[in-house]
């Protein structure tokens, strides 16, 4: 890294100038590069399971399906908009059951509880009811 760069400023500055699609990219170029360094202090496997743990969607897709989640609670959706988080729904859904499920690999590879890996990746145990 050049020496004339102070991370936390220079670089946020910069990313707050990009368009959303070099944004988008950008973040997932920093995704990749910190899965990278990851997967160097990890056991074998557990980082193609931290890489499914922390991907999902894009933060646009988020943005989206939140969007439009709070209109569809305020009863205000167009039928193209209720198609749309119907679509956006099943992406979510299928993310959050493959990282559910990389999950309990990741305990099993760990040997650990569900619950304890939870808290090691600082991620809430699910609520019930």
Not at 13 to 31: I, M, N, Q, S
Not at 47 to 59: C, E, K, Q, T, Y
Not at 79 to 96: G, K, N
Request: hydrophobic fraction near 45%; charge should be negative; proline fraction near 8%.
């Amino acid at each position: 890294m050049p020496a004339a760069l102070d991370p936390p400023a220079d670089l946020l500055e910069a990313a707050v100038a990009l368009d959303p699609d070099r944004f988008d990219r950008l973040v997932a170029g920093l995704l990749r590069v910190r899965a990278e360094r990851v997967a160097g202090t990890v056991r074998g496997g557990e980082a193609a399971l931290l890489a499914r743990i922390n991907g999902g969607p894009s933060p646009d897709v988020w943005s989206e399906y939140h969007r439009l989640r709070d209109r569809h609670r305020r009863q205000v959706l167009t039928p193209a908009e209720y198609a749309e988080l119907t679509r956006l729904t099943d992406t979510v859904e299928l993310y959050q059951a493959d990282r559910t499920a990389a999950l309990v690999e990741l305990a099993a590879v760990r040997g650990e509880p569900l619950d304890q890996v939870l808290r090691a990746l600082g991620i809430p145990w699910p609520a019930s009811g």
